[in-house]
């Protein structure tokens, strides 16, 4: 299985973009990129995925490498309660023709926003 | 959609005795899995449920079984509790064990084994 390696923490002023990094060299050609995020307890929320493309949601943007061994989540303009712990994992799916399914959480990046 | 419940929020139990965690879903999902989380660590897959009838384990299975007799519902029960299983416990479904998408959690139930 594709490991992640994030840093463990990070701070962004709030109203200035959050641009959290997560390195991914060993994902294979047929696994997606998700990001989840964790506020203070409670169960991990889905955030986005992508496979080669960059992707965009109203929540974030992810910016994934031409080689796919890296990617970075941005959060445009973050708030207060963006601070959270974040999680990069990497997960195949069947129509990709991958055969890692299990949705396995490393310990992510502790985002803090600051006023 | 309710989404993904848990029942109790909190419970304490008493080493030895067991007690059963209980989740549910409305969506329809074919995939379930109980997770743990412990103090300052990222999620360990407990069990997981491809569909009704169907269980495997994932990374931290002793010292807990599950049943799926239904596609709505997914119990985790803890035989003989233990203080090491103090923990916070997260349920999850996604509509398939294969496809793409969204995994959705429930809020936790926090146990402590004393």
């Known amino acids: 299985d594709a490991k992640t390696t994030q840093p463990p923490s990070m701070d962004c002023a709030e109203g200035r973009a959050a641009n959290l990094p997560c390195n991914h060299s060993?994902?294979?050609?047929?696994?997606?990129v998700y990001w989840y995020r964790q506020i203070h307890s409670q169960g991990p929320q889905y955030i986005i995925h992508?496979?080669?493309n960059n992707e965009t949601n109203e929540m974030a943007s992810l910016i994934i490498t031409e080689d796919r061994k890296s990617s970075t989540l941005i959060l445009p303009h973050a708030t207060l309660r963006d601070t959270a712990v974040y999680y990069c994992?990497?997960?195949?799916?069947?129509?990709?023709?991958?055969?890692?399914?299990?949705?396995?959480f490393g310990k992510g990046t502790l985002l803090t926003v600051n006023p | 959609n309710a989404g993904v419940t848990q029942t109790p929020k909190f419970q304490v139990l008493k080493t030895g005795q067991s007690m059963t965690l209980q989740c549910a879903q409305d969506?329809?999902?074919?995939?379930m899995s109980w997770y743990r989380q412990d103090p300052g660590m990222g999620l360990r897959l407990i069990h997981y449920?491809?569909?009704?009838?169907?269980?495997d384990q994932g990374e931290v299975p002793n010292g807990y079984n599950v049943s799926r007799s239904t596609t709505e519902d997914f119990p985790l029960r803890l035989l003989s509790a233990a203080p090491s299983q103090t923990s916070v416990y997260f349920c999850?479904?996604?509509?398939?064990?294969?496809?793409?998408?969204?995994?959705?959690f429930g809020p936790g139930t926090r146990l402590t084994v004393t």
């Open positions: 999850a479904s996604r509509p398939t064990w294969t496809g793409v998408g969204e995994q959705y």
């Open positions: 060993t994902i294979s050609g047929n696994e997606y």
């Open positions: 992508g496979l080669k």
């Open positions: 994992i990497v997960r195949g799916s069947k129509n990709s023709g991958g055969s890692n399914y299990k949705l396995t």
């Open positions: 969506m329809n999902h074919e995939y």
């Open positions: 449920s491809v569909g009704a009838g169907i269980t």
